[in-house]
């Protein structure tokens, strides 16, 4: 019975499903993490009777056939770029992001990362770097003897120094826009890799045309709606019981069958 391996299809669709939604759930205080949605496509079709085919030597034709599908597969999980709402850490050196674009990140490999999470600190050195210690490019030193920090909405760094009355111009925090931000690849560590789905990025200040202004001491949280995702999880949940159903009552036909005398 094709019943039995098509519910099959719906159990591990729905298995994959839940896993996504679990995710997003255990991600709901995660600094920038952006949601994710699970997209399904429908299998092949068996052609039982293909539609125009003729039904008579007179011309006529099925109008429309019959076909039965063979079930679902995953297709794609979706990562939803829906602005997460922006909370006050008064840290000088957070930075929320308010429209679009990603903080470059040069990891220890020597590849260039793409995160959301504004939650920086300072090295040793002096470098602005991220929670991990990864600089933030294009790399920006702040003094020893700097006594208070200003980051304005264009990203333009300033420090106080010791001795001097005007602030000095550290550099300028950068932002990259991608064409198609669920190209992304998500390594972890609220890290994301440029792909070739993704398309190359391009690199302006903050506040520039199509990107967004910077914060300081604010971060931006998830984009998780937990209402939304609890409402999600219990569809998965009944649609997976249903699926499990068709498999029971397929297994009941077929010993209904068997015991046929």
Do not use: W
Request: hydrophobic share 40%; charged share 15%.
């Amino acid at each position: 019975m094709r019943s039995l391996s098509i519910a099959a299809t719906g159990m591990l669709a729905q298995q994959l499903n839940v896993e996504v939604i679990s995710n997003n759930i255990a991600n709901i205080n995660t600094t920038g993490f952006k949601r994710q949605r699970a997209e399904f496509h429908d299998l092949l079709y068996q052609d039982l009777l293909r539609a125009g085919t003729a039904s008579s030597d007179t011309g006529t034709v099925v109008p429309s056939g019959i076909q039965v599908g063979l079930g679902v597969k995953p297709a794609a999980t979706y990562r939803i770029a829906e602005q997460g709402n922006i909370t006050i850490t008064d840290n000088p050196l957070d930075m929320a992001i308010n429209g679009k674009g990603y903080f470059a990140v040069e990891l220890p490999s020597g590849e260039t990362a793409y995160t959301r999470a504004g939650a920086m600190g300072r090295s040793a050195t002096g470098e602005l770097v991220t929670a991990n210690g990864f600089i933030v490019q294009p790399g920006i030193t702040i003094p020893d003897d700097a006594t208070s920090v200003t980051i304005n909405a264009q990203g333009e760094v300033f420090a106080n120094l010791d001795g001097q009355s005007a602030p000095s111009n550290l550099g300028q925090v950068e932002l990259a826009t991608f064409p198609n931000e669920a190209g992304l690849q998500a390594i972890g560590n609220n890290m994301l890799l440029e792909t070739q789905a993704s398309g190359a990025p391009t690199v302006a200040a903050p506040g520039s045309d199509g990107f967004g202004a910077l914060q300081q001491g604010a971060l931006e949280t998830s984009n998780v709606n937990i209402v939304a995702e609890i409402t999600n999880l219990i569809t998965a949940q009944r649609a997976y019981e249903m699926n499990s159903r068709v498999i029971q009552a397929s297994d009941e036909m077929m010993s209904s069958v068997n015991q046929l005398r």
